[in-house]
């Protein structure tokens, strides 16, 4: 999964995704077109100052949007006002599912956005259904979420009897889940959640609505498109998913990114000298492969006891990869790892799911992240089973992606199979005819959305331009070069649409 991709630490992370199969939508009323409604289009946020000159409000939204009289729940929402003279608002979404855009406005936007486009817009992040400060998923307490995360099970990865132990511990996840939770967790789905963003800008005063989403903060852009063409003015999707590839597809074409990365990554480290790994790309990674294979064997546990096992070691590799800045610190992991250390390796796992050094958790990101894939993707119906979607990965991934997914894929498919409510229905294409043009930003060395997904997504939209970012890591604008910055900021600020793919 991906999460929180464009924060300034070396740790910075991001979430991954998977989403729904084409059929039929679900049949909604229209916005602002019922008496049911009308309170929520009504109202009037109260904005107060809530510190480092950032304003803050609560609205309340549909808990159902198909039967808005059936009750409410509150979103919660961050501003930045602009420095100069606003042209309006520009959502801001980070990613996840489950990041928080309330933390992100208010805590990063302003080491991300540029001065130009934070002089000409009122930055806004709101936290979706589902998360943090908004109406929120609870599921586990953090010594249970600890256990089902970092526990050691009695069987070996991949064998049968590890299945049946790890669907009875996801089963009563989702258990878990819908008790602690309530309603809500039948409406953390992306459809949902382009709903509130269509009232979102509504209350905020601009006809159109102007969106910078990243990572799975596409799919919401995508959604809002799909179902709200007329609605779209200046959408930039970075980092982009594509809402066409099923599931297990999806998982197996992002696990291979994770693969690339850490060959790239490879590459860099030989290069530079002194590679922990060994001295040639071809010795660096027959050691890691033996590293990931023997290390189940050693060991080796966190200060507080948590084992480094295969699938925490490959789950800290891949959450490192999300960005070239952590190829440093990847490497001082290694040259611990040699040495029977594993602060590093820890560091990255907890800082992945928001774990604190005393074992809490600082956000509910991993339980949003389950809980809209299960809702967003049909795992309840599809083919594929724990031992044999894990068959295709090893295919596709065997460097890193296949032990990656014993905490990634296993876990979704096992607790979204056990999820208590079915999969919503999603739109059969995902063309948004009519919309304004829409800028769909892909990085060519992106582990977590491959640069394929964006050029997939920017076909199937209408009016999609495809804006290309030479280079790695997840995501582009606020973290690549000048060229990005350039495009998307005339973009924003003027509406200019490239004439042809920048190649930045």
Known sequence: MTLRPLLASALALALTVTLAGCVTPEAAPEPESSDDLAPFFEQEPEWTECGNGVDCTTITAPLDWAHPATGSIELAVSR???TGTAQGSLLVNPGGPGASGYDFVRDSIRQVASADLMAEFDMVGWDPRGVGRSSSVTCLDGAAKDELLFGQWDNAYTSEAWVDE??????????????????????????????????????????????LGYSYGTFFGTMFAELFPERVGRLVLDGALDPSVGALDWFSVQMKGFDDAMIAYLESCVGLGDCPLGPDAATARATFTGLLDTIDGRGLASADGRALDSATLGFAVAAALYSEGNWPALTAMFREVAAGETSIAFQFADSYYGRSGTGEYANNSFDVYTATLCLDDDFQGDEYTVRSGLDVIAKAAPLVGGYFAFDDYAHVEAACTAWPYAPKKQPAMFDAPGADPILVVGTTGDPATPYAWAKSLAGQLDSGVLVTFNGEGHTAYGRSNDCIVATVDAYFLAGTVPKADPNC
């Open 80 to 82: 930045v006002a602009a």
């Open 166 to 211: 790890l669907e009875a511990a996801e089963a009563d996840y989702a258990a878990a889940c819908a008790l602690n939770t309530g309603p809500l967790l039948e409406f953390v789905d992306s459809g949902s959640t382009a709903r509130d963003m269509n009232l979102l800008r509504a209350l905020l005063g601009d006809e159109k609505l102007n969106y």
